[in-house]
T-cell receptor, first 114, second 115 residues
């Protein structure tokens, strides 16, 4: 089955530790995205990548880093510099092209930092 | 920068009735797309319906339809014959067709369908 997987579903870390969230897709999509969702709020864009080995900052990139070494993988690292890392993180992907723009979402990872 | 506003934080509707969720957006772009996403308690984001700005005809998907008023920058979602499974958060989203296909989301409307 084609889709997007995020692991783990729940993640717990101590303050001051870096943590990496996994996102893998087998949809052969060029573009991938990371969003953050806080309770009762909409999604905000952290980083996005339109092609392998290239990525751009979104609206709230501070304290986060990403890599895109493979088309199917777009891991997100939450660094100790992120002041409020506890949140729900969603990964998405989409094909590129004029008529291909729908974003497909993974199931999300709930990160709790104490 | 684009902004998306959903003015109704919470709504409720009786099963089998019709409900309309509001969304307004602000942009100077001419090439864009609008979406409604549903997020049930599982938190999986599910695309409900999409509208291309260049199309005048309102999009329809089964019980879901939109009222796209381009001049007013309004994009409301109508759910007909509401079902218990429609209970979820609903997010309106904007995509600038000229800027990498990123989505800008509204704050969401929590919809409760009552039996």
């Amino acid at each position: 089955d084609g889709g997007i997987t995020q692991s783990p579903k729940y993640l717990f870390r101590k303050e001051g530790q870096n943590v990496t969230l996994s996102c893998e897709q087998n949809l052969n999509h060029d573009a991938m995205y990371w969003y953050r969702q806080d309770p009762g709020q909409g999604l905000r864009l952290i980083y996005y990548s339109q092609i392998v080995n290239d990525f751009q900052k979104g609206d709230i990139a501070e304290g986060y880093s990403v890599s895109r070494e493979k088309k199917e993988s777009f891991p997100l690292t939450v660094t100790s510099a992120q002041k409020n890392p506890t949140a729900f993180y969603l990964c998405a992907s989409s094909p590129q092209g004029v008529r291909n723009y729908e974003q497909y979402f993974g199931p999300g990872t709930r990160l709790t930092v104490t | 920068a684009q902004t998306v506003t959903q003015s109704q934080p919470e709504m409720s509707v009786q099963e089998a009735e019709t409900v309309t969720l509001s969304c307004t957006y602000d942009t100077s772009e001419s090439n864009y797309y609008l979406f409604w996403y549903k997020q049930p308690p599982s938190r999986q984001m599910i695309l409900v319906i999409r509208q291309e700005a260049y199309k005048q005809q309102n999009a329809t998907e089964n019980r879901f339809s939109v009222n796209f008023q381009k001049a007013a920058k309004s994009f409301s979602l109508k759910i007909s014959d509401s079902q218990l499974g429609d209970t979820a958060m609903y997010f309106c989203a904007f995509m600038n067709g000229n800027a990498g296909n990123m989505l800008t989301f509204g704050g969401g409307t929590r919809l409760m369908v009552k039996p």
